[in-house]
């Protein structure tokens, strides 16, 4: 198990699965490569090591988190699942630099026992410039490289977006998936926006999926996968994956637990 070192943090990898319904169990489908930093032997929330990071030091360090989710993904020790990475185009806006360190890492993903068939890069909703936006995914498509389009529904995020980068995958926000599950009709006015982006030929995903109506919601609107606490945590790299798929009546049938996919 490999782990990164800045300043006084140790930044370790660690992986939550994303699930795709599979009748009447939800089977994990795929991992987010997300970062766990360290200090002085106590964990750090992620928000906030990210936020001290100086200006200078970012493009380094989201290279050095992305580079370990890459090498430590065959600690899973699972055939057959995907990997998502996040992306922030506004770290490294320069599109010559940005496509050539697109480059470099296809070119070593062999020594990760990866291949780009395997991998779903997760642009993140923040402003960058949409030619950048549309160079990179173009090259990383393609590398073979998918593309999803992170926290839809909030910030840049738009079916404007959608349209101009044609991601293979468009990821819900979670936290306005959450306030949307609110309102009585949820679920008659979820599916129309979740067939909208099915004919843009592209799957979706939703996160943030935290009890059972959240995933009754997602169900009942047709979502290819889905992810959130309520179904499993993040863990880890190095830690025991279990492949048992999830009853969906379970899941439905309670609420505020928590599945342990990883045990």
């Known amino acids: 198990?490999?782990?990164?070192?800045?300043?006084?943090?140790?930044?370790?990898?660690?992986?939550?699965?994303?699930?795709?319904?599979?009748?009447?169990?939800?089977?994990?489908?795929?991992?987010?490569?997300?970062?766990?930093?360290?200090?002085?032997?106590?964990?750090?929330?992620?928000?906030?090591?990210?936020?001290?990071?100086?200006?200078?030091?970012?493009?380094?360090?989201?290279t050095m988190c992305r580079v370990l989710h890459l090498r430590n993904f065959r600690n899973i020790g699972v055939d057959g699942l995907d990997l998502f990475f996040n992306y922030n185009p506004l770290?490294?806006?320069?599109?010559?630099?940005?496509?050539?360190?697109?480059?470099?890492?296809?070119?070593?993903?062999?020594?990760?026992?990866l291949y780009p068939g395997m991998l779903v890069c997760e642009i993140t909703e923040q402003a960058a410039d949409d030619k950048v936006l549309v160079s990179l995914a173009r090259e990383m498509r393609r590398d073979g490289i998918r593309i999803a389009i992170d926290d839809f529904g909030t910030g840049h995020s738009t079916e404007e977006r959608v349209a101009l980068v044609r991601p293979d995958i468009v990821k819900i926000d979670g936290t306005w998936f959450a306030e949307f599950c609110?309102?009585?009709?949820?679920?008659?006015?979820?599916?129309?926006?979740?067939?909208?982006?099915?004919?843009?030929?592209?799957?979706v995903l939703v996160e943030g999926i935290e009890q059972s109506t959240h995933l009754r919601v997602a169900l009942d609107g047709g979502v290819d996968l889905m992810q959130g606490f309520y179904l499993a945590r993040p863990a880890l790299a190095g830690t025991n994956f279990d492949e048992e798929p999830l009853?969906?009546?379970?899941?439905?049938?309670?609420?505020?637990?928590?599945v342990p996919l990883f045990g």
């Open 91 to 113: 770290i490294n806006d320069d599109p010559g630099r940005a496509l050539a360190e697109i480059r470099l890492m296809t070119r070593h993903l062999a020594e990760f026992d």
């Open 247 to 258: 009853p969906i009546d379970r899941l439905l049938g309670r609420d505020n637990n928590v």
């Open 1 to 62: 198990i490999e782990y990164g070192v800045y300043g006084a943090f140790r930044l370790r990898s660690a992986y939550q699965p994303i699930f795709a319904p599979r009748g009447r169990f939800l089977k994990a489908v795929a991992v987010e490569g997300l970062i766990e930093p360290h200090r002085a032997g106590r964990s750090v929330a992620p928000r906030v090591f990210f936020e001290g990071v100086p200006v200078a030091d970012r493009l380094f360090v989201e």
């Open 182 to 203: 609110r309102h009585a009709a949820a679920e008659r006015f979820f599916r129309p926006l979740v067939s909208a982006l099915h004919d843009r030929g592209t799957k």
